[in-house]
């Protein structure tokens, strides 16, 4: 997409643009709430969500990495009743609502006490789902 050109979240995937799909593939899953952090464009991906029952947070350090975004998505009143937090980048299209729900299930069998990864063969990725709360002594 390059460095100027259009940003990847944005470009359409079956004509909708990606990030929105993504959103749409939480919202139809068995995770709740969701919650979509922002940085780069807040306003070009906040257009991309309209219409749907999501929460949005802009995440002001966003050119600090992924892990200021994970800590200000999680800080979202609504995640903190929550017994998990899974966590979906938006540029995965092949992402499907049973793939979410497979994991929602596994994090629930485990009690809510496991870290539960997406993987393709032997390699571990994302989604992934994990306790809110840190059961270490």
Do not use: W
Request: aromatic share 4%; net charge negative; with cysteine.
């Amino acid at each position: 997409m390059g460095e100027n050109g259009p940003h990847k979240l944005l470009a359409e995937f079956d004509g909708v643009p990606l990030v929105r799909r993504s959103a749409i593939v939480l919202l139809a899953s068995s995770a709740a709430p969701v919650v979509a952090v922002t940085g780069h464009r807040q306003g070009d991906f906040e257009r991309a969500l309209v219409g749907l029952d999501i929460a949005t947070l802009f995440n002001r350090s966003y050119e600090t990495g992924m892990g200021s975004s994970l800590a200000c998505g999680v800080s979202h009143p609504q995640i903190s009743e929550c017994d998990g937090v899974l966590v979906m980048l938006a540029d995965m299209p092949g992402i499907i609502t049973e793939h979410i729900d497979r994991m929602v299930q596994a994090f629930q069998q485990s009690g809510g006490e496991a870290i539960v990864r997406a993987s393709f063969g032997d390699a571990p990725g994302h989604p992934s789902c994990s306790p809110k709360r840190s059961t270490a002594a």
